[in-house]
């Protein structure tokens, strides 16, 4: 089967995630082209346009300030695209690393990690990442300092981004989280994956832990890890969004989904001007939609316990599950 035809048939099983793939590339095309997109200055203020309607020169209207709610929602998917990749590189690359780590050395290496893990996992979700971020994105923070002063990383405008450093420490903040749930999940695969008996002959052969965990193990969780950074995307951007809605998240006004959907803006929607926070919130929606349907189409395509005979004819249809 050509490549061609093996796509189209990929296509044909799995149409949600087609659907989901055209809302991720979305994201991307706005995200890279923003500023070819979008039609006004997202920071641009107009004393003569305020809280409009929806209309053919703001076709998601405008706010408070006259600033286009259209501009605004294109030049935010730059943000969550941000966001999204640089947290989910940096918790899949970390977890997988004490993943791999934990699951296969045991013992006091074990022990360490797990119970680390279990220390953050104790708490909710929103309030670790509220307490990372709290402490990582402080003024005088060692992480932020480092970022500033010994790395290429930099403080003002890059790639369209007014504040570039704050949206990398966000980003690291909602990586650690990642990283903590990744962890647990890949330990579990290598406990599973280190009784095979190919390891066994590995070690009796004399081959090193650290080569045994690089060319056999690591290998052997490939797809999972992928299909974790896939599933994790849409919760990074989510993530962004909630701490730019509680107000510590990308600073005003860089243009953010989350922060979008809070402050005057949510005063506004419930007094009737409902644009202002519909459209964003509908292209967060459709954005997060977009990847787990993709995600959920990868792990059938990747997993032959899900994907069936998949180009032979004989499978059955894939079975939806969860990881």
Known sequence: MGAGRRALY???????????LVCVLSLFACGIFAGVIAPYDPYQIDGAH????????????TDRLGRDVLSRTVHGARISLLVGLVSVAIGTVAGSFFGILSGYLGKLVDSVIQRAVDVLLAFPAVVLL??????????????????ANDTPVPTGSFLGVPVFLDIIVIAIGIGIAVAVATTRVIRGAVLSIKENVYIDAARAMGASDWRIMRRHVFPNVAALIVVLASVSLPAAILAEAAISFLGIGVPD???????????QNRDDALRGIWWVVFFPGLALSL?????????????????????????GGSGSGSSRGGL
């Open 287 to 311: 954005v997060v939609l977009g990847f787990n349907m993709v995600g959920d189409a990868f792990r059938d395509i990747s997993d032959p316990r899900l994907r069936g005979g998949l180009g």
């Open 130 to 147: 509220l307490a990372i971020i709290t402490v990582i994105g402080d003024e005088d923070s060692a992480v932020r300092k480092f970022l």
């Open 253 to 263: 006004p860089t243009p953010s989904w989350g922060a979008d959907l809070t402050g």
């Open 50 to 61: 305020l809280r409009e309607a929806p209309s053919a020169a703001h076709p998601f209207g």
């Open 10 to 20: 990929v296509a044909r099983r799995n149409p949600l995630g087609v659907i989901g």
